[in-house]
């Protein structure tokens, strides 16, 4: 089994995970700049002020539906460590990032673009032009090196300015400042790139980067995602007029979802489940909300404000690929608590050390599950293991553990291909250089191929080091995957 030349093998990031350089060059605040660092034990915060002065801390926007307390305003405090800020720096490394990554052969290069780096607070009529250099330079470097761009246009972020005084994505007046920003996007790089994701895992942007400082109940939530697939379906019809042969895909944090049980019941149920998260991208692949979407509103006792034309709207802009991280598989019964991302244990399988069971046949089941519903190219474009990385006495990184978890999904990723009949344009995995872990915070949870040193609260030298990893990926694409079924 080999993928064909034009297969797209590289890694992915996101800015506010990877960049740094939160307040150089004119750049705006963004929404995960509040956000605190953490571990599993103490999650993330984003630290607020109250209107009497105080100082408080909410759970995360990413996780934590309840976002702040009403009145509240999000604030920077020193006491805290706020690992955006910094990240790995990449705003100053990006020429020895983007060279480690095409020695090693990518092909492809998946970034996000900082939307308050080119409108610092959303609203301006002119963008930044300090922002639009720093992306020419690396768009220009990666192309010159033999990498395609692919670039991620909403990472679960957006200017604070819109966040704080529009309540997000809740206001139609941010779907009107996401189009200007795009529009320069397309006119600045549309003769360079052809592959944009419109927004990152829409089925789980949430809280603060969606409903701003309202509370992002299920009514809340739900209009500001319809104002997502608004925006995304007019860029999408934006692109295609200004960048003839553009494609365009939405990310959707996919996992494979499996019934605990063959009871009726639990079968019904874990299909229910998927639909509560295969609602966000069946409607932006298709073009419209699917049949049982007024069940799953009513359910939830919402009321989506549409106005006339919205159908036209998103009919207009269905997306031309599907684009998916895949990390993990989970388990639905009525018995299940918790919502689907986290689902109940699978007793077949390992779990990572931060608790994410690794189910490489999951890959391959939904690969075609996914061509199979909408017959439309594929790509994924986050898989990874996060995992503790030790340094030997030696100075190397024996990754052995991830090479191994590489080579399983690979393999089954290959096999979807070349015998099931998938059409996949790619994969870029998470992350192919150590960044900040969304959820956590943390630096130790780590992906790459290439060790940065930094730790959790931002201490190291910065230094990017190559691991064991590096070296078999390098093999895995210059024999276009051939290398995986020689090693055992
Ligand atoms: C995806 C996100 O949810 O998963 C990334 O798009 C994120 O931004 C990745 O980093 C892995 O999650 P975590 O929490 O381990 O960083």
New binding site residues.
Partial sequence: MKTPKEFLWGG?T?DF?FDGGCQEDGRGLSTHDFETDGSVEHPRCITYRMPDGSIGLARSS?FNPESLPDGAEPCLDAQYYYPSHKAVDHYHHWKEDLRLLAEMGCNVYRFSICWSRIFPTGEETEPNQAGLDFYDALIDEMIRLGMEPLITIH??ELPVYLAEHYDGWSSRHTIDCYLRYCKVLFSRYGSKCRYWLTF??IN?VRGFAACGTHKCDNQTHYNAVHNMFLASAQAVKLGHEMMPGSMFGA?Y?SSAIYPATCKPEDVFCHMQQRRETYYFIDTMARGQYPSYAADLLRRRDVTLHTQPGDDEILAAGALDFISF?Y?RSNVISTETRVNVISGDPNPYLESTP?G?PVDPIGLRYVLNEFYDRYQKPLFIV?N?L?AVDTIEADGSIQDDYRISFLRDHLREMMKAMCQDGVELLGYTM??PID??????GEMK?R?GWIYVDMDDKGNGTLERRKKKSYDWMHQVIATQGESLWAQD
Avoid: I, P
Wanted: charged residues 15%.
């Fill in positions: 992915a996101a995970q990413f990472h679960d990152n895992e789980a990310m944090a991280s990390y931060w994410w986050e990874g996060g998470w992350a960044l900040v872990s969304l959820s956590t949870k992906y």
